[in-house]
């Protein structure tokens, strides 16, 4: 009864994978979950207090699809300031999640056999955005290998029409290098490719600086830049994003939105513009954490004989188990079995993860400790 292109993808690792530590806690099993993609935190609370009182304002009804005008102005103002690059707030729609605004770029500019460049590995929802656009995704290796406009080349045919970038990176926590950057600007400008560059995670970098491809030269014409507030102000449950586009892809993404979701919350619109106005204090302390449980689940990963390599960006440990003798999957299961440890296989983003699985170090310090004295106990 269902459609081909919905039979054509699988669910969503990282949610099947929450939704199976929830069961075995509600079980009464003593779970660490490692496989949450959310900050652990608490959304800050002028951020709260924003949506308290747009609910006595009685800001509870529809806003215009694209987006309250303040907000929209604001994101343009810090596209402009953060990322450098000339944007004005009729180039920006506000959306319920940062997913949501990926899916509305695929619909608007994909026809049936379409080609899209994957970075393996990637974030799970990229590929099915792909395929539910009728497209079809070309991989392209990037873990421990450089971005090389030959590797690009290699991978492109005459149907490709987009490359996709998620820089920090969820699963593997890299940041693309400038000489990267240049090399897929340079290959998207001499094959006249869009480039969709989610950024959700730019602020949470620990080793380098982001650099958003939009600001290079002749990429903001073909770029998309997504982004939103889920990671960076811990509002995930808020499910408030947005996009920055060229006018054309800007008029399709509005049809596909008014058509489907209508308008991102409003109370959530009200309290994104108050998390972009005041102090970014709550994002650096954020920062900071993450920082301290990466050196640690770093550490501790690499004592234990687990290949780990030092995250750049994001909240992600992607994790080499082979000297183990176990693939991802049977590594996973193992965990969960023996150690009641809830992880990602790294299969789930790409098959360059086959031999990895993907620790989420959202969690608290206490948690991450323990979990990695189970692991070591248990190897």
Wanted: aromatic share 8%; charged share 25%; proline share 3%.
């Amino acid at each position: 009864m269902l459609s081909k292109r919905v039979n054509g993808i699988a669910e969503s690792a990282t949610i099947k994978m929450g939704l199976l530590a929830k069961q075995l806690q509600d079980e009464g099993k003593e779970v660490m979950n490692f496989s949450l993609g959310e900050p652990d935190f608490k959304t800050p609370e002028h951020i709260c207090e924003a949506a308290k009182k747009a609910l006595d304002l009685g800001y509870t009804h529809y806003t215009s699809s694209a987006g309250i005008t303040e907000l929209r102005e604001e994101i343009a103002k810090k596209i402009q300031a953060e990322n450098k690059v000339d944007v004005n707030a009729e180039e920006v729609i506000v959306t319920p999640g940062g997913k949501q605004a990926i899916y509305e770029v695929m619909m608007s500019v994909l026809d049936e056999g379409d080609e899209v460049l994957l970075l393996d590995p990637c974030w799970v929802s990229f590929e099915a955005a792909v395929k539910l656009a009728g497209g079809k995704p070309s991989w392209v290796k990037k873990l421990e290998e450089e971005v090389k406009y030959e590797a690009l080349e290699s991978a492109a045919s005459e149907n490709t029409k987009m490359i996709v970038i998620n820089s920090p990176n969820n699963p593997a926590g890299y940041v693309l290098s400038d000489r990267e950057l240049n090399e897929i600007a340079e290959f998207a400008t001499e094959h006249n490719l869009l480039v969709l560059s989610d950024e959700i995670y730019e602020k949470i970098i620990y080793e380098r600086r982001h650099v958003s491809i939009a600001s290079l030269d002749d990429m903001q014409e073909r770029t998309i830049i997504v982004n939103g507030f889920s990671k960076t102000y811990a509002m995930t449950g808020w499910r408030i994003g947005y996009a920055v586009a060229p006018p054309v892809i800007m008029n399709g993404m509005l049809k596909i939105q008014q058509h489907s979701v209508s308008c991102a919350p409003s109370i959530s619109q009200y309290s994104a513009l108050t998390a972009l106005r005041g102090s970014q204090e709550c994002v650096d302390k954020m920062v900071k954490e993450f920082k301290r449980r990466k050196d640690v689940i770093v550490k501790r990963l690499n004592g234990i004989g687990l290949r780990c390599v030092n995250p750049e960006g994001a909240f992600y440990a992607f994790v080499n188990t082979s000297n183990h003798g176990n693939n991802d999957i049977e590594f996973t299961e193992r965990l969960l079995k023996e150690a009641y440890i809830v992880v990602t296989p790294g299969s789930a983003f790409g098959s360059a993860g086959k031999d990895y699985v993907r620790f989420s170090f959202a969690a608290s310090m206490e948690n991450i400790v323990e979990g990695m004295e189970r692991i070591e106990k248990m190897l």
